[in-house]
């Protein structure tokens, strides 16, 4: 039984609380979708992967916990879009786009970009205008650099779509796109798991270019109750860093 005189206390701190406009912090349990993304997400990973860990950590840091859902990609970004009941989706590249539709989070880790190519056929540019009448293998849904993805837009460069990764490297083994955009540690991850990426990986290597390196952010809805869980999972990974990928 509480003791009268704690309970009294606690009921003194809430309404000080609420009367200078401060909430009292609830534990929730905030609903999430993401993809099969080894190393980074992924429902038969430990901890589901790193970046899930190192969300449910942060949340964990103040109380709440995470339900991940995962689903293709682009049914995880439709479900924030059409259910209140996903309150976001990851990991996420930056873009302009994104940033007016939801609201992000601080980063949750960090991805290097990078063009697999043919080992017998590798690719030397210094600018995207080097990379015209080449095939891009790009994967659907998946946001890629800035400026990549305007010249894809504009019809400037090529690009084959593809399901997953795993396709779009198969694809540049069998010689149907000249390039492959993947992220480093997800190759790798593919490498070790996959037996027919593994085939075929001794003739792929990454372009001597990096495309870029980007943080991996948490994509909330544009609500009050997402404005409150973006705040939850931000106080808590300011308190502790990003987990680092286990490649």
């Avoid at 950590?57 to 049914?75: K, N, T």
């Avoid at 995880?76 to 996903?86: E, G, K, N, Q």
């Avoid at 980063?107 to 205008?129: A, K, N």
């Avoid at 593994?198 to 870029?212: D, G, I, M, P």
């Amino acid at each position: 039984m509480v003791p009268v005189r704690r309970m009294v206390a606690w009921l003194g701190l809430a309404c000080c609380l609420a009367g200078a406009g401060l909430p009292v912090a609830q534990a929730a349990t905030y609903r999430m979708s993401t993809l099969e993304w080894a190393p980074y997400t992924g429902a038969d990973l430990p901890g589901q992967g790193f970046v899930s860990a190192t969300i449910r950590d942060a949340l964990a840091s103040g109380g709440h916990s995470v339900d991940i859902r995962f689903f293709p990609w682009s049914r995880a970004v439709y479900l924030v879009d059409s259910d209140p009941a996903y309150m976001a989706f990851y990991p996420a590249y930056y873009s302009r786009e994104r940033a007016a539709r939801y609201l992000f989070s601080e980063p949750v880790g960090r991805s290097t970009m990078v063009f697999l190519e043919r080992v017998e056929q590798p690719v030397r540019w210094s600018g995207y205008d080097d990379l015209q009448g080449l095939r891009i293998g790009v994967v659907r849904g998946f946001v890629n650099t800035e400026e990549l993805d305007s010249r894809i837009a504009n019809k400037t460069l090529n690009a084959e779509e593809a399901p997953d990764d795993r396709s779009n490297v198969l694809k540049l083994a069998a010689g149907r796109v000249d390039l492959a955009v993947i992220d480093g540690y997800v190759f790798q991850h593919l490498v070790r798991t996959d037996a027919v990426v593994a085939q075929v990986a001794r003739r792929l290597q990454a372009n001597s270019k990096v495309l870029e390196v980007k943080n991996l952010y948490v994509c909330f809805q544009r609500s009050p109750a997402g404005e409150a869980a973006l705040r939850a999972l931000n106080t808590g990974l300011r308190k502790q860093p990003p987990r680092a990928p286990t490649p």
